[in-house]
């Protein structure tokens, strides 16, 4: 066995003991613009299989809930509190919460933008593809097409990746899964903290 399989091996037999340890911290949620988002500690973070991004289920303040972990472009994880989490779970920003992770067993299909789901209706092949592939890279390519403020870089890349789709590639290619993809609260692939974030809006 080489070393680069030993150590695949390894990780995998870690990963598969961490499958059902749940992982608990602290943290405090904090607002860009109008999103909530919480950002994992560091140390939580390196307990989870993959720097980029993994679904989990688990309780923030005891309320229950299920989330895609997103990136932050600098080996930690974060997700977006919805508004219904926050209120389930007495939380707001700048308040101290405790949680409670595990892997989620399975991930969930993402909900397709309208301008995606309209190019895959026109192209059945593309389409026909696309429904034989996994929940997990959905999220793969929706992350791509949605991760540019520009409306013309994001048509060029749906069509790209029904021109993909088409030729039977099931994942976009050369996609950073590390960085953060979200251009919103991210700048360089890089999550804004709250501190980044009013020195952004005094500019």
């Known amino acids: 066995m080489s070393m680069y399989d030993h150590k695949r091996m390894s990780r995998a037999i870690k990963n598969a003991k961490n499958q059902g340890a749940a992982i608990h911290f602290n943290a405090m949620p904090y607002a860009i613009g109008s999103w909530t988002l919480l950002r994992l500690p560091k140390n939580a973070s390196m307990k989870l299989p993959s720097r980029g991004m993994t679904v989990v289920t688990g309780t923030i303040n005891g309320f229950r809930f299920q989330t895609p972990l997103e990136p932050d472009g600098q080996g930690s994880h974060w ?25 989620a067993s399975e991930w969930p299909e993402p909900e397709v933008p309208a301008d995606v789901k309209k190019a895959l209706a026109a192209a059945p092949q593309a389409h026909n593809l696309w429904k034989k592939t996994t929940p997990n890279a959905h999220w793969d390519w929706i992350r791509w097409v949605r991760s540019t403020k520009e409306p013309e870089t994001r048509r060029r890349r749906i069509e790209v990746a029904i ?35 009013m020195e952004k809006n005094r500019v």
């Open 163 to 197: 021109s993909k789709l088409k030729s039977g590639e099931r994942r976009p290619c050369c996609f950073n899964r590390n960085m953060c993809t979200e251009p919103s609260v991210s700048k360089n692939g890089v999550l804004l903290g709250p501190t980044e974030t």
């Open 79 to 103: 997700f977006r509190m919805t508004e219904a989490m926050r209120k389930a779970a007495k939380a707001d920003t700048g308040d101290t919460v405790t949680l409670a992770l595990t892997l």
